[in-house]
């Protein structure tokens, strides 16, 4: 789609607003055409579109604009009044301007109606992506930071193929990365905001589980040894040639790899230190 601006709208806007305006709204201040009969129409007081499906709201009635992308789904954006949703796609147009410009006319910030590994995704995958494109003005990456961005995006990239299991592992993993970059960088924006929110989710779902999770091992050391083969009290017995192999064997228990485990032990051990 073209994208025009309320300084250079062509002169088929006249058509469109005839087609699926309205034509007593004339201040357009942002336009996307596919053709005359296809697009969106933004002006000072309403939204008019014509999609896969036609309709027009009043930016007053506006409660709340969501982004929605989980893994393997197109992206959507939602925009929410009290009586109605309109949603829309992102291979029907381009919506990162189509939010911009609606965050900049209504004061209304955006919010990720998803569960925290897909919020992760998805706001990782911005930030890094905008850091690579030089989004951030200012900013001089080492030759360490260049290769952390590129190892980051990989990660992301390679999301799409993985099973659920590792998929939030890699998002455990990667939300951590991602959140000290930019913390190095000195970077501030409300996706950072949103991401860093993400976080702190998931380590409220962490502790909740540590803590039950050591409730469970208090109380159960029999039925965990049968369900996982490892007596706790027996480890420290164990020569490290015996403890490589009882690793080897919880990751293909659970199918993950001994870096993500290693890694997820870590975050554990600092948070959750030993007295």
Known sequence: MKTYYKDNLPQSIGQ???????????DVTYYMEQDPEHGVI???????????????LKLKDLTAIEVKKERGHDKELILVTADSRHIFYAHECDLDDLIEELVDAT?????????????????????????KDDVYEDVTLTPLQEEQLS??????????ELDDNNFRIEMEILVDHVTSLVHELEL?????????QAQQEMSAQEDQMFDQFQNLYANNKDT?????????????????EELNGMLDDLCTRFNISKDQLTELAMRFQNKHPQN
């Open 188 to 196: 501030d924006s409300e996706d950072i905001d949103a991401l860093e």
């Open 151 to 160: 190892s980051y995006l990989d990660t992301v990239n390679k999301a799409e």
């Open 107 to 131: 004061e209304i910030p955006v919010t990720y109606p998803m569960d925290v590994f897909n919020r992760i995704y998805y706001l990782s995958d911005l930030i890094l992506n905008d850091v």
């Open 224 to 240: 965990i040894k049968n369900m996982t083969g490892i007596d706790m009290d027996d480890l420290k017995n164990k020569s490290p």
């Open 16 to 26: 469109a607003i005839y087609y699926y305006g309205d034509d007593s709204d004339y």
């Open 42 to 56: 933004l002006t000072s007081t309403a939204l008019y579109y014509s999609l896969t499906q036609k309709g027009s």
